[in-house]
């Protein structure tokens, strides 16, 4: 199995920036995406993000495009997600996933899970 740890996160200001950090490791597997995903206390978990590892195509949720940028270390085994002009309302855990079924979207099955990262955007 696959290990990922998450890291990155904290307490910012309305506007700032944040660039989370997700590490795999243990075994090598043949990944077809990264995603990152987002809770929030009360509200159903979102898919923010993914990015394929066999072309390198990215996904956005609608409520982060043009602020999050989603890319990926491969000699690092690290995907990195880089929130600009954070909005109180992307306050949440933060989690990365690794799909393997071979579907490599945001809807696709994503079965290791990291332990998750605090953001919390609050002047």
């Known amino acids: 199995q696959v290990q990922l740890v998450e890291s990155g996160g904290g307490l910012v200001q309305p506007g700032g920036s944040l660039r989370l950090s997700c590490k795999a490791s243990?075994?090598?597997?043949?990944?077809?995406?990264i995603g990152w995903f987002r809770q929030a206390p009360g509200k159903e978990r979102e898919g923010v993000s993914c990015?394929?590892?066999?072309?390198?195509?990215?996904y956005y949720a609608d409520s982060v495009k043009g602020r999050f940028t989603i890319s990926r270390d491969n000699a690092k085994n690290t995907v990195y997600l880089q929130m600009n002009s954070l909005k109180p309302e992307d306050t949440a855990v933060y989690y990365c996933?690794?799909?393997?079924?071979?579907?490599?979207?945001?809807?696709?099955?994503?079965?290791?899970w990291g332990q998750g990262t605090q953001v919390t955007v609050s002047s």
């Open positions: 243990g075994s090598t597997l043949d990944y077809s995406a």
């Open positions: 990015i394929s590892n066999s072309d390198g195509s990215t």
């Open positions: 996933a690794v799909e393997t079924s071979g579907i490599a979207t945001i809807r696709g099955e994503y079965d290791y």
